[in-house]
């Protein structure tokens, strides 16, 4: 009998170890005393434990979302609830919370704690203050509009009783004369340790949530991210550069973690990325972009032009390649679609990010629908680290290595070439600017051609495919020892006064000539060529046979910050507003509101992006002025509120 009862509390023990191996915890860190969010499959925010004591419950909104995760919506039609935590002793804690304003104008209280009717902590769209020690700790270039991760840890040294603790959501405290407004936007997670978690538990926590959210993490030295194993599935060391805008999607089963399509929250929409199929557990794809603006750069011979942004792509415990689906907003794009012309994903799996050599994988856009989406599928993503970006060019088009010649050693050069898109077979033409020796050969698929043996000197190249689409383009054959003047590929006239542009500062000019051709066809012979409009100029630098030669393109001084500002909507019913706004590169923005009578109404900032959306309410009738700044460029807008 004996014997029996042993068993049965083994058996038990056994399931009481598989229990707490397959429960949950946010990163991974056991011991959270309180984590509410919307588990997968649920209807309503709630905890996140398996049962817990005295748990509300609130509904969702389906449309309130962040990264396709919902979340508690919080406005004047749902009265803010409160969660009753008694027995905790948070005078050693650690606090995440995840939230989004609705709008950016005035402060706003996203909770507070109290103990005994006495305010202890609050955390606001600007703040924590904690109004027992009289500690304040304010955000730093404070965007209240966009969704943010916060993390606070507590720290006091004297224990007191934890009793009639209520953890207060969205409300302003009662007891305080605090200038705050009640909270208005989504809530969509909130986890409190009582103890203060070390510092690989908190990047844990962070990781988890910033990838769940669309969130960037950023810290001191170098972004890192980590599984809830502790291993990294991001490292900033290796490509500090690529560290803006970081994104992520993946799957992580002691963290319930099962993100399958992601888009950054602070861009949303304009670059997306989902996997096709369910990956295996701690697989991860992360990405981060290089902070630069979303013009083409200047356009290498027999090769598409890509996007000055470029990212950088770490997939991590990728046992078999991950097949997904890219979408792009190009409406966000400073340069139009030219006709003819289509969207191309480009891959770089040497993570170097030149975007040229044979490894290069390309993708046209499957559909580019009329709102500017353009969708891309089948991409592939291999273990590794790998670079990404965009390009611009034809529904056939070509790709080329290129071994430059020499003119010293008279060798001649080696020219291999691509066709990207089309059908095959190729029908190709190339002929030289002397018009000799033309060439003509076909093409049987898309993989690489045969290397032709080429001279230095101006060329014409054509294909055509099976559906007779035809590709043309001229090209420069340069030589590897030609003479370079080491000038820039761009350049921006100034304000005022003239660029001069000097060929020969780095050259030694007894053995050169100058050729320079301006965008009207003018020719000058001397190294240095003031200019004063802007287009595209070509250098022809010449030593005794051997030539070089380099499009520059000058840019104007007025490029105007904004290429799209709406206001709407417009006459306003009830006050409530949007202004979108694009601007041509990432700027600061500066909003302000004044009435009929001069005066400001509202006063509102953001800063690092491209792309912004203020919003907010007037709460009286009447014609009011949107006064709208970026660097040195201001625009006015109207709003008429009925």
């Not at 499959?41 to 905890?47: A, C, F, I, L, Y």
């Not at 992580?252 to 996997?275: R, W």
């Not at 099976?466 to 383009?473: N, V, W």
């Not at 301006?518 to 000058?524: I, L, R, V, Y």
Request: with cysteine.
């Amino acid at each position: 009998m004996m014997v029996k009862y042993s068993y049965l509390i083994l058996f038990a023990c056994l399931l009481c170890g598989i229990s707490e191996a397959q429960q949950i915890a946010p990163g991974g860190v056991k011991g959270a005393a309180v984590w509410y969010a919307v588990p997968k499959g649920e209807t309503t925010w709630q905890s996140c434990f398996t049962f817990p004591e005295n748990s509300p419950q609130w509904p969702i909104n389906d449309q309130a979302l962040l990264n396709y995760n919902p979340g508690l919506w919080i406005d004047q039609h749902l009265a803010p609830g409160s969660i009753s935590i008694n027995d905790l002793d948070l005078n050693q804690a650690t606090f995440f919370t995840i939230y989004q304003a609705a709008d950016s104008t005035l402060e706003k209280s996203i909770w507070h704690l109290s103990r005994s009717d006495s305010t202890r902590l609050v955390l606001s769209t600007q703040r924590l203050a904690d109004l027992q020690q009289w500690n304040y700790l304010n955000f730093s270039e404070v965007q209240t509009s966009q969704p943010s991760l916060n993390t606070y840890q507590l720290h006091t040294k004297t224990k007191s009783q934890a009793d009639n603790q209520t953890l207060h959501l969205g409300s302003v405290p009662t007891d305080q004369a605090l200038p705050l407004v009640a909270f208005q936007g989504l809530l969509p997670e909130l986890i409190i340790f009582d103890r203060v978690i070390n510092p690989e538990e908190r990047l844990r926590v962070e990781s988890y949530l910033a990838i769940k959210y669309g969130l960037s993490l950023q810290q001191q030295d170098y972004v890192t991210y980590l599984n809830t194993s502790g291993d990294t599935i991001w490292n900033g060391r290796h490509y500090a550069d690529f560290s803006n805008y970081i994104t992520g999607i993946g799957r992580d089963d002691a963290t319930g973690l099962n993100q399958l399509q992601s888009s950054c929250s602070y861009e949303p929409g304009f670059l997306t990325i989902a996997i096709e199929a369910q990956p295996q557990d701690q697989a991860f794809l992360l990405w981060g972009d290089n902070r630069q603006t979303l013009e083409l750069s200047s356009r290498e011979m027999l090769q598409p032009a890509h996007l000055k942004r470029q990212w950088r792509m770490q997939a991590t415990n990728i046992s078999a390649p991950l097949t997904s689906t890219v979408w792009l907003d190009s409406k966000r794009l400073q340069n139009a679609l030219p006709p003819g012309q289509t969207y191309w994903f480009i891959i770089d799996p040497s993570s170097e990010g030149n975007f040229s050599g044979p490894n290069l994988s390309f993708y046209p856009a499957n559909t580019l629908s009329p709102s500017g989406l353009a969708t891309f599928t089948d991409i592939e993503w291999q273990a590794g680290i790998h670079a990404f970006t965009f390009g611009v060019g034809p529904e056939m088009m070509v790709t080329s290595q290129i071994e430059a010649p020499q003119c010293q050693e008279a060798s001649e050069g080696q020219l291999s070439l691509r066709i990207l898109g089309g059908r095959a077979p190729y029908q190709c033409h190339l002929q030289p600017e002397n018009g000799q020796n033309d060439r003509h050969w076909k093409i049987e698929n898309n993989n690489w051609s045969q290397a032709l043996n080429l001279p230095a000197g101006s060329y014409s190249f054509s294909v055509e495919d099976a559906d007779g689409r035809l590709y043309r383009e001229t090209f420069f054959l340069q030589a590897a020892d030609a003479p370079v003047a080491g000038l820039e590929r761009e350049y921006t006239l100034p304000a005022q006064g003239q660029l001069v542009l000097d060929a020969g500062e780095q050259l030694d000019e007894s053995n050169v000539t100058y050729h320079w051709i301006t965008p009207d066809g003018q020719e000058s012979y001397r190294a240095q060529l003031a200019i004063e409009t802007p287009g595209t100029y070509r250098l022809i630098i010449d030593r005794q046979g051997c030539r070089s030669q380099q499009d520059i393109q000058i840019k104007s001084p007025e490029e105007d910050p904004f290429l799209r500002v709406q206001l709407f909507p417009n006459p306003s019913p009830d006050g409530q507003f949007q202004l979108r706004v694009l601007l041509r590169e990432r700027a600061t923005a500066k909003l302000a509101i004044y009435d009929a009578n001069g005066q400001i109404m509202q006063n509102q900032r953001a800063s690092d992006n491209d792309y912004y959306l203020f919003s907010g309410k007037l709460e009286q009738a009447g014609v009011y002025l949107f006064t709208l700044t970026s660097g040195n460029k201001t625009i006015s807008r109207k709003l008429i509120v009925p």
